[in-house]
């Protein structure tokens, strides 16, 4: 099972107006395009709204500055494939660099949800909270939290700030890479093309959601008329729905940890 980032609008998302990398590619060799998964914008827009307004009345004032994005046809959006390895590698980077007495395997094991120190990292709380925790879903407004809720179809899922993770992503460099701006650039040029017909505007924490999926078709949007909120201050050990990664992933051990981390950070609209 694959892992896709897409980062834009989540009317453009619920959809379907957009292509993944595999069909990109495809499309660009000339193969046939896959069944439509197009929906109506005209439909799913108010549904995100609502959403997105009920979400904004459960969590209240614990965000200062409310939920507020675009939502229009026009937000520039992306889609990148940064992989399971490379996203489990940075998550167990990010909890080994709070864990340094702990043993850091050599390559990344194969069941590494269940890794001593990520169970760890969300049993005690994690600086890296919004990077460790199982989200799937950042929004680009400021809060500290993560929570578990519905997403627009009604799946119970967790949510962060793309804000907050650029911050953690910040200082998980800071912390151990090092990496300069030379560096973080070496890494950005080794980044998937935008997806043609997308903007090639940077996306930033102001404009857009990300959202990571295991999952190569779009989930179906039907609006859900209750969001139920559960804030999880950095704690709850993660529950996944999805195919274990893979493991032997680089004769550099961990060396796609920094890639995963230049993708999530250009998912967020800042460096890692």
Known sequence: ???DVYVGSLTRY?????????????????APPQAARQRDAA???????AWRDALATSLGATVALGLDWDESTEAPHFTGRPGWDGFGSLVLWAAYAEHPALRRPDSLPEEWDDDPALLRSNAE??????LVRNVELWLPSAF????????VDGRRIVVGS????????????????KAGESEVARWAQAATPTTPGSSS?????????SIWRGRLSVIACRSSSTIENEIARDGGRRGRDRASPLGGFSSRPWGRAAEAARWQAGG???RP
């Not at 709380?125 to 919004?130: A, E, M, N, T, V």
């Not at 793309?162 to 953690?168: N, V």
């Open 1 to 3: 099972m694959a892992l």
């Open 201 to 209: 505007r940077r996306v930033t924490p102001s404009r857009s959601c």
């Open 268 to 270: 967020c609209g800042a």
């Open 162 to 177: 793309a804000l907050t993770l650029a911050r953690q992503l910040a200082e998980l460099n800071g912390a151990t890479w």
């Open 125 to 130: 709380g994690s600086r890296y909270s919004h």
């Open 14 to 30: 619920y959809t379907g107006d957009w292509e993944n990398v595999a069909e990109r590619s495809a499309r660009a060799r000339g």
């Open 144 to 151: 500290d939290f993560t929570f578990e809720g519905q997403d």
């Open 43 to 49: 439909s799913v827009r108010p549904a995100v709204l």
